[in-house]
Every structure is written in C-alpha cells, then in structure tokens.
C-alpha cells in the first residue's frame, strides 16, 4: 500500500521535478520532439500566408520559395550550420562563432546536450534548432516574391544560412557568445530569427527595386482564404516555437505557450478594431491574419520572461505598431512585396526592446527583471544584428549577382514567375491549358494577330 501511495504521487507530481540535468528526461524529451515537428509546420504555413496574399500567376513561385528552404537549410544544417551555431568555437572566437566538433552531426545522438539542454537528447535539441534555421531565410522571401530568381535565392539562401544566421544564434543562445554573455534575453529568436530575416529583407528589396507594371505599391491578394489557413498553421505552429524554447515541460513552457495566444490574440484585435473604426470602416481578414503575426512576432522574445498579462500588452502595440508600418511604406517607395519588414522587423524590434521592460523573474528565474539597463543590453543586441544582418547581406546579394541574374526578365514578371521559374501553373482554367505542355508566354511573333484573306476571284 505505501508503494502504491509513493507512485500515485509520483504520477501526479510534475515531471520536471523529478528532471535531473545530464540525464535524459522523457518528459521534456517529449515536449522538444514534438515541438520541432510544430515548427516544421510553421514553413508550409508561411507558404500558404505568402502564397494567398500575392498574384495568381505568381502563387507556386511563391511558395517554391518556403519549401525550398525546408530542403536546403535542413541539409547544410546538418553538415555545417549547427557546428557554427552551437559547438563551442576556438578560444575568443567563441563569443563570435561555434567551431567545428560538431561538423556532420559528429557527436550529435541520443545523450544529453549539456550545456544547450542538460535534460534533453542531443539530437533532439539539434532538430528543434533546425527548425528555427529553415524558417527564417524563408521570412525573407516575402520582400522579393514576383520578381527574384529562384535560382539567385537559393545560392543566397545557402550562403547566408552559413555566414549570418549560424553566428547570431551563435551570439545569442550558445554559450560563450558574446550577447548571451552581456545579458541580453531572446527567449525563442525575436533577434536570431525575426529582426535576422527582417533586415536581409528590407536589403534585399531594395537592391532588386520595385516590381513592374504596378500601379499601385500593393496587390490585392488573390486568395485570402490561403492567407488565413496560412496565418492559422503559422499560430499553431508558434506553440511549438515559444513553448519548446523552455525545453522543459514546466512552469516556464506554460508561460511561454500562454503568451503565444495571447499576444498574438490582442494583436489581432487591436488590428482589425483600428480597421474597423479609425481606418476602413471594415474588418478584413488579411488584416486580423497580419495582426496575429505581428503578435506572434513581437512575443518571441519575451514569451518566457513576461507574464500573460503584459503579453497582451505587447501584442497590442505591436499590431498598431506594424499595422501604422505597413501604411506608411508605401511613401517610401519601398517594393517590400508582403511587408516582411514592417511585420518582422518593427513587431520584433518592439518586443525585443520592450522584453527589456516587462521582464520578471517571478516568470523565469534565470532571465531578469526590467530595468533601463536591461533595456540599453536589449537595444545593443538589435542593433548589432541589423548592422550584422544587413551589412553581410548585402556583400552576398552583390556576389550572387555576379554569378547569376537577380531578377527576371520584365516579360517573365508580366506573364507571371510560375509559368518562367517552374514550369507550372497554381490553376488551371480549361482543358486547352491543361493540356499545353510548354507554357512559356508566346513570343511577340505569336502574338501579332494573323490576316486571312479571301482567295482572289
């Protein structure tokens, strides 16, 4: 009977209690596996949001553009990017960069990553990273859809993938880096993933200049329902995000999985109730989909260090924020296709600095709480990260056009990147299409209207 009455309370006592760092807990185990495979939907998610809200000739193209991100990065991460990321790197270099004992996966299995998860397999904390490594050049795609190449993207991708996303995680989330060292808190990658992408996307826009034929600096998306289900499986997905980031199922995982519903719940509210009433006098539903992910944005950072009410806080400014962004570029005469600056960008430039202020230690013991200093630490990390990101971004965009064409021809953007990029059509309108097995747009002489004359009498 006191057997019995030992294991029931050991049933209901929580797991993380009974974790003992450096040997592997099944729980938590649990939790970062199956975290990984909800960041792993966050990629198919983003091609649904980025496809939904461009052109119907440029759909596919869109969305090749997430998905092969999920190939590519996937792969180099596993051969190099995690040892840059995550190994420890030769003397003082390591406050910059990991080395390389963990080229290949070398010593990546099923014992316990120390220092990095001291409750959970190795392999499995290297899968859910690799997770947060796929999505992010994937963000960036959303500045240069309708008009990039894929094949200049996917060099990019691979460089930069190498040579700017591994060395800021590096900063942040190993240790020894040098942020990570000053204090500074990003909890899921509002840094390393968001302001990342975010300032490779504005340069990246830039550098390619403005779509052709647009009268407007916007589009009207072409299927909003694939913008909501993106938005929808992008929320789902976050779960996992910010809630494995704890890699513990604890206390600190259910802050972080409360917060990520309710930023991005009061982000979508105060978006479309600033549509509602101040703007449109309508809701749309890009517009609640867009405030949700600028919540969602703006939380990553903080999710594990603030509490469920200021996360509703944050969220709100941080849909008013980027909703007053996306209006306003357009003066600007910036051609960032889907905004992934004014959403990315300024929702995680918000949350990371605003993590400074609302962060507590009753939420996390080993964060802080807010303070101006903590606030200046915050400031620091943004700012060498858009310097980063930016900077080397710009050096590689330069280098790949020397090897291939950045954008395509202006006849490939008129006809649409489907039919140029891959041979393919999002749909099909009628059987003689269907059919077609070259569907490259007819050639000037083709096109030219053919004269029938009657046979002379």
Not at 120 to 134: G, R
Not at 146 to 174: G, Q
Not at 186 to 198: E, L, P, R, Y
Not at 265 to 280: N, R
Request: aromatic share 10%; charged share 10%.
């Amino acid at each position: 009977m006191r057997k019995l009455l030992v294991w029931a309370l050991a049933a209901l006592a929580p797991a993380a209690a009974f974790a003992t760092p450096g040997q592997v807990d099944s729980g938590d185990t649990a939790l970062v596996l199956v975290s990984a495979g909800l960041v792993l939907l966050m990629t198919p998610g983003l091609a649904f949001f980025y496809g939904g809200l461009v052109r119907a000739k440029n759909v596919v193209h869109t969305m090749i553009l997430s998905i092969v991100c999920m190939a590519l990065v996937g792969v180099l991460w596993g051969l190099v990017s995690y040892s840059l990321a995550f190994s420890p790197g030769p003397g003082p270099l390591n406050r910059f960069v990991g080395g390389f004992s963990f080229i290949g996966l070398r010593g990546v299995g099923g014992e316990v990553a120390k220092d990095l998860a001291p409750t959970v397999p190795h392999a499995a904390f290297m899968l859910f990273q690799a997770m947060f490594a796929v999505i992010t050049p994937a963000l960036i795609s959303g500045a240069l859809v309708e008009r990039v190449r894929v094949k200049a993207f996917v060099l990019f991708v691979a460089l930069w993938s190498i040579v700017v996303y591994a060395p800021v995680a590096h900063w942040v989330w190993a240790p020894g880096g040098w942020l990570r060292q000053m204090g500074a808190l990003d909890f899921a990658g509002g840094t390393v993933v968001h302001i990342n992408a975010a300032a490779a996307a504005l340069v990246f826009a830039i550098v390619l200049g403005r779509r052709r034929g647009l009268k407007q600096p916007t589009v009207l998306p072409h299927n909003v329902p694939f913008a909501i289900l993106g938005a929808g499986l992008l929320w789902f997905g976050w779960l996992g995000f910010n809630g494995g980031s704890a890699l513990a199922a604890n206390g600190l995982a259910a802050y972080a999985f409360s917060n990520t519903f309710f930023a991005p719940a009061a982000a979508a509210l105060a978006w479309g109730l600033a549509e509602l009433f101040f703007f449109h006098g309508k809701m749309s539903g890009v517009g609640l989909a867009s405030g949700a992910v600028a919540g969602l944005v703006a939380v990553t950072p903080a999710a594990g260090f603030i509490t469920p009410l200021s996360s509703i806080g944050l969220g709100a400014a941080a849909g008013l924020a980027s909703l007053t962004a996306v209006r306003y570029r357009p003066r600007l005469g910036l051609d960032d296709s889907l905004d992934v600056f004014a959403v990315h960008g300024v929702a995680a430039t918000l949350g990371a600095l605003l993590t400074g202020v609302l962060a507590s230690k009753g939420v996390n013991p080993d964060g802080a709480d807010g303070s101006l200093h903590l606030l200046g630490i915050q400031a620091i990390g943004v700012a060498a990260t858009f310097a980063w990101s930016g900077g080397l971004s710009y050096g590689l965009i330069k280098l790949v056009g020397f090897v291939t064409p950045l954008r395509a021809e202006e006849q490939d953007e008129w006809s649409g990147m489907d039919q140029a990029e891959s041979g393919e059509r999002g749909y099909i309108t009628s059987d003689l299409e269907s059919a077609a097995v070259d569907h490259r747009p007819p050639s000037v002489e083709a096109r030219a209207p053919k004269l029938h004359h009657a046979p002379a009498k």
